[in-house]
């Protein structure tokens, strides 16, 4: 007798807006300790931060080439960040998304979540006529558009329930990147979607489409949000 599958998780998405660095912390880890002691369904968070460099578990505090002068003149602060990978930079304009989701049982593999969410930027770019194409060996793990870098990945997880994720820059001001050296890599060049398409979508709009295709990648059932943004 052929078993029947189960039908598919429910995930509740929705974007928050703008929210500081340290909150996105917070409402990230408390949403996984709910899913780790099944008192929540699994979230994607899906927000803006303010500008800030985040620096990351295998990152140099020298990746942080600006000097405290240059931070402060742009309202820039720096965080310590629990997630794999470099130095990044968030900001306004840039699409922050943080899956809670619990990996166990089909897929317990890391190499593969970071695939699906490179696919999942790959569609959301598609749909805003950029061809792009995910890298997984380090330091370049992340999605390119040619030799020009859109998207970051940075994914930290605890019993197989994840939290971290992905950035994809919207119409992020670019310039901000030159006061790092950005995911450890001297001289790499960062895009846009504006950049590369000269189009200026909201971010919130990228976010719906985001939503919709990491449900189809992962297969889970998109549910509108509980998660609200801090006060």
């Not at 500081?20 to 949403?31: I, N, S």
């Not at 790092?180 to 001297?186: E, N, S």
């Amino acid at each position: 007798m052929t078993g029947v599958a189960p039908p598919p998780r429910r995930l509740e998405a929705g974007f928050l807006g703008r929210v500081a660095y340290e909150d996105g912390v917070a409402l990230q880890e408390e949403r996984r300790r709910a899913v780790i002691a099944g008192e929540a369904c699994e979230a994607l968070l899906l927000l803006e931060h303010p500008h800030v460099f985040t620096v990351g578990r295998n990152a140099r505090r020298s990746d942080v080439v600006a000097d405290s002068g240059w931070l402060e003149r742009h309202g820039v602060t720096v965080a310590a960040s629990s997630r794999g990978g470099q130095v990044t930079y968030h900001g306004p304009g840039q699409l922050v998304g943080y899956p809670i989701v619990n990996l166990d049982p089909d897929r317990r593999d890391i190499r593969r979540y970071v695939r699906d969410l490179q696919q999942v930027l790959v569609l959301t770019l598609a749909e805003f006529g950029v061809a792009a194409a995910g890298r997984g060996a380090q330091p370049e793990i992340g999605v390119w558009a040619g030799e020009r870098k859109v998207g970051s990945i940075g994914v930290h997880i605890r019993r197989w329930v994840t939290m971290h994720g992905f950035s994809l820059n919207v119409t992020t001001d670019l310039a901000f990147f030159r006061g790092i050296v950005a995911c450890g890599l001297h001289g790499v060049e960062m895009a846009s979607i504006e950049s590369l398409t000269g189009a200026r979508p909201a971010v919130a709009e990228v976010a719906a489409v985001a939503a919709r295709h990491f449900a189809a990648v992962f297969e889970r059932r998109l549910a509108a949000p509980a998660v609200e943004r801090p006060a």
